[in-house]
């Protein structure tokens, strides 16, 4: 696969920020399996940027941008400390922050991180994507199997708890039995759920 340094690309008025191609899922649908481009953009990176190459790439007047959304090829708190260097600074200097994540950071870091995101991050999408576990690792087919389903749900949990503004997406074509689990998977949670249109690419 050919690969580039998009480290950033603008989207429906928002700027994404892209850290890392790497990602403890594998998830069926990833769009990452299918094509290195993404609405035009290609996204695989041939090498990880410095927070410093990312924030010489944010505009001067930093509402030119409705969000600064860390999401890309691959899973953006992978790569946390870069993630916090340029979330903080975007919050210093106004921005609306949000991250969109598989949910699985604390669980890989060994750690709870949401104290990390608090104060940085105003907003965080977390991929719940399945209503239990089994179906979760058929679909995501995550490096840590089943525990990865229960992580993600507390990790959402606890970042709503401190506060960030927190939601878990599915996208339409899992059924509406399911969507129900995850309405009450969501509630359990204390957070919301968004469900998406299924778009075939
Ligand atoms: S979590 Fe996102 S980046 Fe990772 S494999 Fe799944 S769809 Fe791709």
């Known amino acids: 696969m050919e690969k580039f340094e998009t480290f950033t690309y603008a989207l429906d008025g928002n700027l994404y920020i892209n850290l890392t191609s790497k990602c403890q899922n594998d998830c069926t649908f990833c769009v990452r399996n299918e094509s290195s481009e993404y609405f035009g953009y290609k996204l695989w990176l041939s090498r990880e940027p410095s927070a410093e190459e990312v924030l010489a790439r944010i505009p001067a007047d930093i509402h030119a941008y409705r969000e600064y959304v860390f999401c890309g090829f691959g899973e953006p708190t992978l790569r946390l400390d870069t993630l916090l260097a340029v979330a903080k600074e975007l919050k210093a200097r106004g921005a ?11 669980l890989t870091l060994g750690r709870d991180v949401s104290a ?3 104060g940085c991050v105003d907003k965080i999408n977390v991929s ?3 209503s239990n576990a089994a179906d979760y ?8 199997g089943e525990a990865a389903f229960g992580a993600l749900q507390d990790f959402a949990k606890k970042c709503a708890e401190r506060g960030i503004e927190t939601w878990f997406s599915v996208v339409d074509i899992i059924g509406e039995d399911k969507i129900a689990q995850c309405r009450a998977i969501a509630q359990k949670c ?12």
Do not use: F, M, W
């Not at 609306?96 to 604390?106: D, M, P, W």
């Open 190 to 201: 204390g957070v919301t759920l968004r469900v998406r249109e299924y778009i075939e690419h």
């Open 96 to 106: 609306t922050v949000r991250l969109n994540t598989n949910g699985q950071a604390s």
């Open 116 to 118: 990390d995101l608090a």
């Open 128 to 130: 719940l994507n399945e």
């Open 137 to 144: 690792v058929r679909l995501c087919r995550p490096a840590k």
